[in-house]
């Protein structure tokens, strides 16, 4: 999970800045949760990094990625850095012997890319073994892109709908106690249990 799961629960939901831009990062299935990218949006993240264990659930899985991040390339008018895993034919038949699982849901689905603000890809993607994809990210094209349409700028309508982020700090363990019964409660029970019996 990304940062902002866990104990510092919605603080880490946040983007940085960095030398190379202002950078949000969501891993996996957060990427379907269109509450927690929207925080990133409204945050100004210019650059999403998104990570996927890959080899993992065969080509749908890549597909599936590749949805997500050109997606999420549109809406955020950012530019989506996506890295997967990859397993090899050694590793794919180690994983097979200890467990006694097939191969096949252990292979393929990787989706390694850039995606461009516009939602096109730079590039050629990744989709098995390992590898580098390589761009220059010029932000001009953040600046086109969310001329025509800014999910937190002009198309946004926080007049109708926003989003509430609570930054407080919060434990993964709260407990809960009952308080004891009080003496007319009990006496009220005792009255209940006659009057069923009677």
């Not at 809960?176 to 019996?197: C, M, Y």
């Amino acid at each position: 999970m990304s940062g902002w799961s866990g104990a510092k629960a919605g603080a880490g939901l946040r983007a940085v800045d960095s030398a190379v831009g202002r950078i949000g990062q969501l891993a996996c299935w957060e990427h379907y949760l269109p509450l927690a990218r929207y925080a990133l949006i409204a945050d100004g993240e210019q650059i999403h990094s998104a990570m996927y264990p890959g080899s993992i659930f065969g080509p749908l899985f890549s597909q599936q990625t590749e949805v997500s991040t050109r997606q999420h390339a549109l809406e955020s008018a950012c530019f989506v850095v996506s890295a997967t895993a990859w397993l090899n034919a050694d590793q794919q038949a180690q994983i097979a012997n200890d467990t006694g699982a097939a191969i096949a849901p252990i292979s393929g689905g990787c989706f390694t890319a850039i995606v461009a603000p516009d939602g096109q890809l730079i590039g050629e993607p990744l989709k098995e073994g390992e590898g580098e994809v390589i761009a220059d990210l010029d932000f001009i094209e953040i600046d086109g892109r969310k001329r025509v349409m800014d999910a937190s700028g002009h198309y946004s309508r926080p007049e109708l709908i926003s989003l509430l982020i609570d930054r407080t700090p919060s434990s993964h363990v709260h407990e809960r106690t009952i308080p004891p019964r009080s003496v007319a409660t009990a006496g009220l029970h005792r009255e209940n249990r006659a009057a069923d019996a009677s």
